[in-house]
């Protein structure tokens, strides 16, 4: 299998699994808005914030290396 495809179904699957990522914290922060405390809300921003950097990332990766595959 040449490196190409190789690289692109890895791409592919890191940006499916990016948009489910996203999505999931969208639907769990609207699940436990109401037992965030001004206590646990900055642990919970810190790392939804680090998680979704990294999945956006991801997806402008995927975004910018469309055309490479093509």
Known sequence: MHIKNIFKKII???FII???TVLGI???TFLIK???TAYN???YMSITGTINLICFI???IKAKTNN???
């Open 26 to 28: 969208i639907i769990v």
């Open 18 to 20: 990016s948009w489910l």
């Open 41 to 43: 809300m900055g642990d």
């Open 34 to 36: 109401d037992s965030l």
């Open 58 to 60: 991801i997806i402008f």
């Open 12 to 14: 592919n699957i890191l």
């Open 68 to 70: 490479y595959f093509n």
